[in-house]
Each structure stands twice: as C-alpha cells, then as structure tokens.
C-alpha cells in the first residue's frame, strides 16, 4: 500500500524546527502549491518497450500464444490497468469469464513481477525535463505528488530508481484506490492526502483517460503526448505539449505560446494565478 512519502507541511513549518514559541508563518502566497504527476507516458515513457514486453513475456511464460505488437498495444491502452486489460483481451479471445478471471491474476502477477525486474535494470528513463522540475519545484517548496493507475508493486520502484522516492510527498497508485481513470479517484485521493484544494494545484498527464481524470477532479491539467496518446481526445487540458521541457523549448500542439517553454515553475504559477 503506497501511503504518503509525508504530508506536505507549509513552507518552513516543520514540527522538528519550531517552537510553538514563534509567530505563526505568514500565510503562503505562492498560488502554485502542488504540481501531480502521471506516471506511464508522462514522467517515464513505460508502454511500448516496458509494460508491453512485459505482458508479452507472461503471455509467453504462460504458454500462451498471444503477443502484443506495438499497434494492438496502443488500443489496448485505452482500457486502464493492466489487469484490465488482460481481462478484456481474455474474454474477447474466447475465454469464458471464469477462466479469464483466473489467469488474468496469474498474468498480471507475472507481468508486475517482470516488469519491476525491468525498472530495477535501469532500463526505463525518465522524460527529458521531469527531474528537473520534480527538483525546481521543490526548491520553491512547492508539493509534488504521484496519481498513477499502475501498480505499486513497480511504481515506487521505479520513482525510486528515476528520482528518489523522497522527491514526492505523496503517491497515490492504482493499488490504493477501486475506480481507475478516467475516474477522479486517484486524483482526489491525492488531494486528501496533500491537504488541498483542486484550485491549489496543476496535474501533468499524457493520455485521454489521464486527463479526463484530472479534470473531473477539478484540476486544471496540461498533457505531453508521447506516440501513443498523440492523437487522443485532450480537449480538456487547458495545453498540450509535445514533451514536459527541452533546451530549445518545446512545440505546443494547443494553448498559449507561453507554453513553449516548457513545464517551468514560473509557467505552472501562472496558470495556477489564472495566466496561460
Ligand atoms: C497507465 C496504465 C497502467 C499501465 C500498466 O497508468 O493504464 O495500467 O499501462 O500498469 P498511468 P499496470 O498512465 O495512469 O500511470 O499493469 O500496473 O496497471
Ligand atoms: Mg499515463
């Protein structure tokens, strides 16, 4: 169960460093007071020559027949959750539910199992640019957090190995909540634990199903596309980049040009203040 890294205390406020003598801090001023980021597609890309080798791997593991290729794969992802999905393709191959019921555990198992061996190769890079404003953000004292459907079996390994897990104050994973996305669950359960309001914060997704989430959380979100989510439905980000930050800039597909510099802390507080 992925629980809070802490709860996110205001800037300087820390029960280890302040008298209850002092005057109380004055109220944060700063609109920006969290950034929540999705996993597979926006701080890793995971789905093609990860999650997808992995299931491939239990199919075969299996003695199973079935084999993803990198197109079907990009259909399937519209169902979220691994899980799901193999229970989807299951029933849709011809197993009876029961049976597909079944094996679905046993593979997904597998597959989490696999692909966690994955992370922990080093095989998974992050995004160009996320460690970098995971790190700018935190040194404004600005929260970041995790709302991913991904299990969390392989989740916190791999913000561990990319990041540090100390670079987030809370996660929130598939395996912490029962609605996936498109569902708000994660997203809501993620402002619970930050102690804010949706007004308080900007979400990062790449999907349609990420970004439906966020919105109907009440988050204002800006995705970054990558192949596979490219030409999906985002209307609701108020921006969508073709990648969170690059040394020349990056190309705004909709939004504001602001946007072309990338995901700085500066861009996402003026969103937040009612800019871009
Ligand atoms: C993407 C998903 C996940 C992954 C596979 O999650 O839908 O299901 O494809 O991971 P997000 P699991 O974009 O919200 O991070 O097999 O662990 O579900
Ligand atoms: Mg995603």
């Given at each position: 169960m992925s629980t809070a890294r802490r709860q996110h205390l205001p800037q300087g406020a820390s029960p280890a460093t302040r008298?209850?003598?002092?005057?109380?801090?004055?109220?944060?001023?700063?609109?920006?007071r969290a950034v929540i980021f999705d996993v597979d597609?926006?701080?890793?890309?995971?789905?093609?020559?990860g999650h997808r080798v992995a299931f491939n791997e239990a199919f075969e593991a299996a003695g199973l027949h079935y084999r993803w290729d990198v197109e079907e794969y990009g259909e399937l992802l519209?169902?979220?959750g691994g899980r799901r999905r193999i229970e989807h393709y299951l029933q849709s191959s011809g197993h009876s539910p029961t049976e597909a019921a079944a094996l679905t555990v046993q593979l997904h198992r597998d597959k989490t199992h696999r692909f966690a061996a994955l992370v922990r190769t080093g095989a998974i890079q992050s995004r160009p640019g996320a460690a970098e404003l995971i790190s700018a953000l935190r040194t404004e004292g600005v929260a970041t957090a995790v709302a991913t459907t991904g299990t969390d079996d392989w989740v916190l390994p791999l913000l561990d190995m990319l990041f540090?897990?100390?670079?987030?104050d809370v996660v929130v994973t598939g395996?912490?909540?029962?609605d996936l996305k498109p569902h708000p669950a994660v997203y809501l359960e993620t402002l619970v634990r930050l102690h804010?309001?949706?007004?308080d914060a900007v979400a990062v997704e790449d999907s349609a199903n990420g970004v439906q989430a966020a919105v109907s959380a009440g988050l204002r979100c800006v995705a970054v596309v990558n192949e596979y989510t490219?030409?999906?439905?985002?209307?609701?980000?108020?921006a969508v980049l073709?990648?969170?930050?690059?040394p020349d800039g990056v190309s705004v597909?909709?939004?504001?040009?602001?946007?072309?510099?990338?995901?700085?802390v500066a861009a996402l507080r003026r969103l937040v203040a009612g800019g871009a």
């Open positions: 008298p209850d003598t002092d005057p109380p801090l004055p109220e944060r001023v700063d609109p920006l597609g926006t701080l890793a890309d995971t789905e093609r020559d519209t169902i979220t540090g897990l100390d670079a987030f395996s912490d909540v029962t804010l309001t949706p007004a490219r030409d999906q439905d985002l209307s609701g980000a108020v073709d990648d969170l930050a690059r597909l909709r939004g504001d040009p602001q946007w072309a510099e990338g995901l700085t």
